[in-house]
Nanobody, 123 residues
Framework: QVQLVESGGGLVQAGGSLRLSCVAS????????MGWFRQAPGKEREFVAA???????YYAIFVKGRFAISRDNIKNTAYLQMNSLKPEDTALYYC?????????????????WGQGTQVTVSS
């Protein structure tokens, strides 16, 4: 069982930045593809970004160069740097881990999920 703990969310003005972190409790962190998803009130959970063991990344179209996913396999941590934030980015952001998973935007393919961290962008 892998536990994922997100942090770094908060309230920010439009145009601002936040960096989310996700710490995983596993000795084999590098075997997991890490993903970020988000869910806004009244909407379905949607894919944001993913990164596999070698650092290859995959982004949702709406990211449009504003967000960057990264990982530190020594610290067992995945990050999501979010710049140029917009009010429509307001959501609960979840970290997910998939064992030996290809880069995927499909939430059901991930094995483990964190509890989420709230991001609120004011206009």
């Amino acid at each position: 069982q892998v536990q994922l703990v997100e942090s770094g969310g908060g309230l920010v003005q439009a145009g601002g930045s936040l960096r989310l972190s996700c710490v995983a409790s596993t000795r084999t962190f590098s075997s997991y593809t890490m993903g970020w998803f988000r869910q806004a009130p009244g909407k379905e959970r949607e894919f944001v970004a993913a990164i596999n063991w070698d650092g290859t990344t995959y982004y949702a179209i709406f990211v449009k160069g504003r967000f960057a996913i990264s990982r530190d396999n020594i610290k067992n941590t995945a990050y999501l740097q979010m710049n140029s934030l917009k009010p429509e980015d307001t959501a609960l952001y979840y970290c997910a881990a998939g064992l030996r998973l290809r880069l995927s935007s499909i939430s059901n393919e991930y094995n483990y999920w964190g509890q989420g961290t709230q991001v609120t962008v004011s206009s």
